[in-house]
């Protein structure tokens, strides 16, 4: 492992070069910005090969001034795998694998406003999100992210050997079941409490990335209350640290929106946080995520 910037590259990144568009580090910890792709037009398969590679040394990868049809932005995430619908928020009606986060002038909560990974309670969570701003208010909507391999890297030997052979659970039970908020009430949201989001799913605490190969630790806020065999308040010291020790600055980045702007981030390697701090205004982004694999250790 070599340190750059702040910025931890695994030999076989070091100095990858790119034929296709250039690619910028945006932050010491994560995050890339590609120069010189259109995203609307039918990509060649070198080029959807190059754009991977770009996503998985960077965990997060931004395009600006792209402006592609929901019908352009679905099939650029098809060349990525299969896409996922949202199992408690319902898509557009014309392109329900597209969820339209939608917020109005005169809504109060904001889609996304803590850290998380996206639906990481499902039994194959995504690989990832490719996040498209049509409307964006005049300031504020940031959205941060982090990097779970410099979160993992970062702790010591002992501490590593005591986690890595925990179990977590993860369930939509908190943000979406009949405890918690109704998204229809005070958010253009689609979603409302249901006993469907009851469920839970077992993944392990610390996995190694199936393309990366390098290990993190996955925790994802609300949707991880406890490990298995634990109660929430016995487990609450180890993952309240951990999504503490995931969420530090030096771990982060801070996206500020363009309209045109797209943000595509590997789900199973970083969570983010969409910033609440821009009330009276509009904001629109569509979400396509596309379908992962069952996490191993
Ligand atoms: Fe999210």
Avoid at 92 to 101: A, R
Wanted: aromatic residues 12%.
């Amino acid at each position: 492992m070599t340190v750059i910037a702040g910025r931890r590259i695994s030999p076989q990144n070091l100095g990858s070069a790119y034929d296709r568009f250039t690619v910028t580090p945006y932050a010491g910890a994560l995050g890339a910005v590609i120069e010189g792709v259109d995203l609307s037009q039918d990509l060649d398969d070198a080029t959807i090969a190059e754009i991977r590679r770009a996503l998985i040394e960077n965990q997060v990868i931004f395009f600006r001034g792209q402006d592609f049809t929901p019908e352009q932005h679905l099939a650029f995430a098809k060349r990525f795998g299969t896409l996922n619908q949202h199992d408690q928020v319902k898509g557009m009606e014309e392109y329900p694998d597209i969820i339209e986060v939608r917020q109005e002038p005169t809504d109060t909560r904001n889609f996304g406003g803590a850290w998380h990974g996206d639906v990481t309670y499902l039994p194959e969570p995504p690989l990832g999100s490719i996040l498209y701003a049509r409307e964006v208010p005049p300031v504020g909507g940031d959205t941060l992210w982090s990097n779970l391999y410099l979160a993992y890297e970062d702790l010591s030997p002992g501490y590593r050997a005591m986690i890595d052979p925990l179990t977590v659970v993860h369930t939509p039970a908190l943000i979406y079941g009949t405890k918690s908020m109704d998204w229809s009430k005070d958010s253009s949201m689609n979603s409302s409490p249901t006993e469907a989001a009851h469920y839970e799913v077992e993944h392990p605490l610390v996995r190694t990335h199936p393309e990366s190969g390098r290990k993190l630790f996955y925790v994802s806020g609300a949707y991880t209350p406890h490990f298995k065999d634990q109660t929430e308040e016995e487990s609450a010291p180890i993952i309240d640290y951990l999504m503490y020790q995931a969420t530090r600055e030096p771990f982060t980045c801070r996206w500020r929106w363009q309209k045109g702007d797209v943000a595509f981030w590997d789900n199973r390697a970083t969570l983010h946080y969409a910033l609440n701090d821009y009330h009276g205004h509009l904001r629109v982004m569509h979400r396509v995520t596309i379908n992962g694999e069952r996490p191993a250790r």
